[in-house]
């Protein structure tokens, strides 16, 4: 724990006076866009990269996992294959390359990720097949965070965390908890990818029919994972889902009003501030911005758009 | 000097592996981004509006000062008036009223701001009129910032400030030295608007003929000040003057690889570690990030555009 402590980033703390009088409730933004590789996911992939025994890892990632995957493996001398979309941004594809790692492109027309990743493995048997978010080490790296939020407790009285695979979220949960620290503890999720809200209000997991096409491209997975559910199912007081008008408003109100560049992804816990007054007016909030990284040309377009 | 403390925010340190991997240079960014109003005058406007014993004040800017000087006034239960150009950006004439300041819109083509305030002055003697940077309250509110710095000494060697009428590299070196703090003390200053540079090499206070039009528009100073240039001219090591190619290659990979959003002012400082890797290759500096606030679209022009 303590050579994570020291490999990760601490989260940067921002408040804004006028976003507190624009939401109607008095947030401090946890943000990790400034994390190494511009995400939280370099908590879980450091964490998880330190902690097998294999030298070489797998991975299908198209975000942000694969990058802090691959600067982790940079640190720790290791080698990782990242399984990407054939028409992923150039962007990302390049920030995995430039921490070493090798990206192996998938044409998804003609097969899944996940049945690349298969072969891959069976060619190289000492290849470690990683999860971006199911995973024990993959949450114990996010728990890193949790543990940041409770050194601040008295800041804050809820929490709400951006909600994918869900990775980030039971993270959190299991930090607050074992610091004692209780919070209560939304989730953020696109209304168009609501798995986990649905999965939470039917006690069992459900998963989305096919990935949904939020503009918060994190929270496309089609469902939480064995792991996070278990942990989400109990800790989480909820989760609340974002239409896409207003994850598009709050990237932009971050952008303009408080110099903070999220991608929409990272701006779903703001979303869900706006989108639930009843839950958040008045009440002491602190959203975790889950990550910075965005294709500058989407984002200007979403800038320049009107969010409604 | 304990109520200006808590009024302001601490600047937020943010330090980037890819940029010291792109600069050569070790550097830890001190970012003002984040300040209230989004910029570091803020500092320099809570002191002066709390030091100053007259109820209403009276000031030129067409930038952030003008924001700044309106949300102290507001906080501290005075008023202001602000003269901006009639042309000024409407995000910024908006931003002044928005903390219930007053805008006086001056056409330059009729009169001068200078012009303007004087008359405004002329007819109500109860307004004190204030310098942006040029006035002792100004340079000990920034001063804040040298504070700061000093107590994360071990951090760094060198320290770079955007300079343009010198309000905070006068403000800087005034914290440092007062901790006994001895650094390296650098302005950074368009070549286009290299008055400061000129004035040091001279060992004279030199003034630009006219305004220049470097896209760092915080920077379109036409001297440093009286009071700046008594504190420069000795306490400074050097002014590095920056062409507008590297004032927008900085903006740039501010945003791209770091998930910093700088106005281009803001962005002098690493323009500087671009531009001299004789003086800072190799070395720990750190980057006063002077502010984030740009308009949306003009700032998306520069991202999209090829910085050479």
Known sequence: MNALKEAVRPTVFVVSRVLNNYSGSEIVFANEAFQHTGSFKFRAAYNLVSSVPEQKLLAA??????????????????????????????????????????????????????????????????????????DPFVIEGNASLGDELSQVADTFDIVIVPVGGGGLLSGVITGLQRNSCQKLIYGAEPLIANDAARSLREGKLIANESEPQSIADGARTLSLGKHTWAIIKDGATGIVE?????????????????????????????????????????????CIISGGNVDAALFFGLIARPSS
Chains 1, 2 share one sequence.
């Open 61 to 134: 990632s198209s975000g942000n996992f694969g990058m802090a995957l691959a600067h982790a493996c940079l640190l720790l001398k290791k080698h990782c294959t990242i399984v990407m979309p054939s028409n992923s941004s150039r962007v990302k594809v390049e920030g995995v390359r430039y921490y070493g790692g090798t990206v192996v492109l998938v044409d998804l027309a003609r097969k899944t990720r996940a049945e690349r990743v298969q072969e891959l493995a069976a060619a190289d048997p000492a290849m470690r097949v990683v999860s971006a978010y199911d």
């Open 242 to 286: 974002v239409s896409e008008s207003l994850i598009h408003e709050a990237t932009k109100v971050l952008f303009t009003h408080a110099n903070v560049k999220a991608e929409p992804t990272g701006a779903l816990a703001l979303g869900a501030v706006l989108a639930r007054p009843d839950l958040f007016s008045g009440k002491r909030v602190c």
